[in-house]
């Protein structure tokens, strides 16, 4: 019989090892909709597994938890230093200085691409550090909450934060398969440990069903909190921050600006006004290098943006009208080190942080702080010139660099040949891209965000362009893209910018200026074309999207800019604005859906319903209590002393009175009338019964007394609760300790005292 007790706590443990790494599988699922799980799952699965293995042989061996859980870092050092930190360190395995200085780079990598990037992120070697680290480091933590302290239930608090944590970067839909999963877990925790502690046939062990009703209640107003609850709360609005680190998308400078369109629920990423006759387009990035499969974003010297050779004057022929504007950007919800300008941008003001400029395409990027709250204003010098002056001229000319005419020599022929065709019988270069710019815009073009997907060409490459010139549904990226390479056909310099459209009128104006909320999805890209002497011209070739370009002739009415857009109302009229487009369908909406609803027209249901959502979750420790509290007395009355007396210490745990496991029940008793004011007689009541059935079999006393000690039980928590003081009755009722600290426990044993009030 010796041998029993090892071997039923061998298997115990074993159950609780296998069940924390099931949780923590199940904790790190909804990752993968934020993170592709390339090499770091795999990683992270044997990390958890050499973690949670060695922390198990290492209890078997009787060691203590503090060696325990050391060891059990030594594998973690061990494993991540090998696998990401090798070449600086010693034998491979052993950190060295070099790699101590490495890892703050490593990290501020990670953080950056997390920061900037798009979901799904496809991960570089410093982010799969962090994930797989950081994991590792959480299965060392939840071993030794579970297995050492024997504290199921605040590891699964621990493990549900985890899972929440993608859901709150990327909002979605809840994922269901992975909130069963891991509350399927938690509960196989919390069982398995409770299970462990009774002995067969004690009064534990009949406790042990109170206790598993409780688990399984806690599991089922989890579920229903997630599953009913979560839906109605009003999605968060999120404010501007001041941090380079706030929330926020990003710009994805590379192209692959699908996922981002498709971004599962939209936010306002800024807010603009100007005073130019229509509102400009924002450019943030510009891209020039075509491999054949990827559009390289520029690169080159920067500038500090207060420099001369930051953003000087254009070189612009004399005969060229050039226009100045002013564009106010107010950022709400971007984090990105590129900022989004009017072009082309001759100053800016406003800006905090450190800033550079890239001459060669006007753009500016952070190199110290980012876009996230910046409050800035634009100043752009827009050459205008007239349809006669554009048309005598040829796009190209000196100074052109040698990447914006290239071409791969696998171009697709469809490329060309299309080209060629849309654009026999042009006048002129400008005539050219005319025909181009309304062929695209035409009706056998659509603009889609899913074809591209479901026919497998969700890129910018030359066979993706192809496949979309055949298909003839797209986004900007195939339009934009399909338009560059085939002027470059024709012999013209192009290149691709990546910015956003100007957004929709909000209704508003400040200095008789309308001011446009610009969303997530309308980030764009769209083509440029360099002619000589006028500079590079954007075209809009996306179909449904944007204000084609056209240039008026000289007999008319100046109204055109240079980013072709026709004249438009003015600002103080802006429900007559029709750039005002449906960013997922492509579609014109009325004029009045970009309008802000009135200020009297105020929904007052989703703060009702975030109220209600707020206080239910807030009750939930509250009824787990009570129904636990509930069960016991119901034991109590059926004669199980045990559930009574743990009522008693369940309130003196609320109460944050100590109530150590070295204490008798007589000693805890009289403690608690004398200062805690317990009531004497129903004290007296419980500590005969508790003592009684300690010498009892099966933990029940057997004289019929049982109501008589669930009453006690029940004078005995009032009277404590009403000695307490307020405030400490108020936590005690509504963040119930005894959740998770059990009776007898070491953490039990280190309350806040309590002292008896004065009478």
Same mark, same amino acid.
Request: net charge negative; aromatic share 6%.
């Given at each position: ?17 296998a ?12 990752l ?24 198990y ?10 060696a325990?859980?050391?060891i ?5 050092v ?39 990037g ?23 933590v939840?071993?030794?909450v ?16 985890v ?7 990327v ?6 398969v ?10 196989f ?10 002995e ?8 042990a069903?109170g ?24 999605q ?15 710009i994805d ?6 996922d981002?369109l ?47 050779e ?11 009208q ?18 989004p300008?009017?072009?082309?941008a ?6 905090d ?13 952070a190199?110290?702080?980012g ?29 052109v660099r ?5 071409l ?14 849309v654009?026999?019988g042009?006048?002129s ?11 695209f815009?035409?009706a ?5 965000l899913?074809?591209p ?12 362009v ?5 298909v003839?549904e797209?986004y900007?990226?195939?339009?934009a ?33 309308t ?21 590079w ?16 002739p000289? +007999?008319? @009415?100046?109204?055109?800019?240079? #980013?072709? *857009?026709? &004249?438009?109302?003015? $600002? /103080?009229?802006?429900? %007559?604005? !029709? ?23 105020v ?27 509930r069960?016991?007395?119901s ?5 199980d002393? +045990?559930? @009574?007396?743990?009522?008693?210490q #369940?309130? *003196?745990? &609320?109460?944050g009175? $100590? /109530?150590?496991?070295? %204490?008798? !029940? ?47 039980a029940?004078?005995?928590?009032a ?10 009755r108020?936590l005690a009722?509504v ?23 004065a009478?």
């Open positions: 019989m010796p041998s029993a007790e090892p071997a039923s706590r061998r298997g115990a443990d074993l159950l609780l090892t069940g924390v790494f099931a949780a923590l599988i199940a904790a790190l699922l909804p993968m909709r934020v993170v592709r799980p390339t090499g770091w799952l795999l990683g992270t699965l044997v990390l958890v597994a050499a973690v949670l293995a060695t922390g042989v290492a209890r078997r061996l009787r060691l203590p938890a503090v325990v859980s050391l059990e870092v030594v594998v973690w061990a494993f991540v230093t090998v696998v990401f930190l090798r070449d600086s360190a010693f034998l491979f395995v052993i950190p060295a200085v070099e790699t101590f200085r490495d890892i703050p780079d490593i990290l501020g990598a990670a953080g950056e691409e997390i920061a900037l798009v979901a799904p992120l496809t991960p570089s070697a410093p982010l799969s550090m962090l994930i797989v680290g950081a994991t590792g480091l959480l299965a060392v939840i071993d030794h579970v297995l050492t302290a024997r504290m199921p239930l605040l590891a699964g608090v621990g493990l549900i934060a899972s929440l944590i993608p859901a709150i970067a909002p979605a839909e809840i994922d269901v992975a909130f069963v999963l891991l509350a399927a877990a938690i509960l925790l919390i069982r398995t440990d409770t299970r462990m502690r009774e067969p046939g004690s009064a534990e062990a009949t406790r069903t206790v598993s009703a409780t688990a399984v209640g806690i599991g089922a107003i989890a579920v229903v909190v997630a599953l009913v609850a979560t839906p109605l709360l009003p968060p609005v999120i404010r501007p921050a001041t941090g380079n680190l706030g929330p926020g998308p990003g400078a590379t192209l692959q600006l699908g981002d498709r971004r599962p629920r939209e936010v306002e990423v800024l807010q603009m006004r100007s005073d130019a006759p229509t509102p400009p387009y924002l450019r943030a990035t510009t891209l020039t290098e075509f491999t054949g499969a990827v559009w390289e974003p520029d690169s080159g010297r920067s500038y500090p943006l207060d420099s001369a930051a953003l000087t004057a254009l070189p612009v022929d004399p005969e060229i050039v226009a100045e504007y002013s564009t106010t950007v107010e950022i709400r919800n971007l984090n990105s080190t590129w900022l300008v009017s072009y082309p001759t100053s800016i003001e406003g800006l942080g450190v800033w550079g400029a890239f001459p060669y395409n006007r753009t500016v990027e190199r110290q702080g876009t996230q709250g910046q409050d800035y204003e634009v100043i752009s010098r827009v050459p205008r010139p007239t349809l006669e002056q554009i048309r005598a001229r040829s796009a190209g000319g000196e100074g040698a990447d914006t005419l290239g791969p020599v696998d171009l697709p022929p469809i490329v060309g040949e299309l080209a060629a065709e654009t026999a042009a006048a270069d400008y005539d050219a891209l005319l025909a181009l710019q309304s062929w815009r035409g056998d073009f659509r603009y889609s899913e074809a997907v479901e026919e497998g060409f969700d890129g910018s490459g030359a066979e993706a192809a496949r979309f010139l055949e003839r797209g900007c990226v195939h339009y893209s399909a338009f560059a390479l085939m002027a470059r056909t024709l012999g013209m310099p192009s290149r691709i910018v990546v910015g956003y459209l100007p957004g929709t009128s909000t209704g508003d104006a400040v200095d008789f200026q001011v446009y909320s610009v969303m997530s999805g309308q980030l764009h890209a769209w083509p440029e074309i360099y002619f000589e002497g006028v500079g011209i954007p075209f809009e070739p996306t179909n449904g999207l944007g204000q084609p370009t056209r240039f008026s000289e +007999a008319s @009415a100046p109204g055109e800019t240079a #980013d072709g *857009a026709d &004249d438009a109302p003015a $600002p /103080s009229t802006p429900a %007559e604005v !029709p750039d005002a487009v449906d960013p997922d369908t492509g579609e014109p909406l009325t004029p009045d859906a970009g309008t802000a609803a009135p200020d009297d027209a929904d007052a249901l989703p703060a009702v319903t975030a109220v209600l959502a707020v206080l239910v979750v807030l009750a939930i420790p509250l009824l787990v209590r009570e129904l636990r509290r069960q016991q007395l034991a109590a009355r059926a004669g002393a +045990a559930a @009574a007396w743990a009522v008693v #369940d309130t *003196a745990i &609320d109460l009175i $100590p /109530s150590p496991v070295s %204490e008798s !029940p007589r000693a805890l008793g009289a403690r608690l009338i004398a200062e805690a004011g317990a009531p004497a007689d129903a004290m007296g009541v419980l500590i005969r019964a508790i003592e009684r059935a300690s010498y009892a079999p099966g933990g029940r006393h057997g004289f019929g007394q049982g109501e008589a000690t669930a009453t006690a029940g004078e005995v928590r009277g404590l609760l009403a000695a307490a003081p307020p405030g400490r108020l009722l963040v119930p300790r005894s959740l998770i600290i059990r009776p007898g426990s070491l953490y039990a044993g280190a309350g806040r005292g309590a002292s008896r009030p009478r």
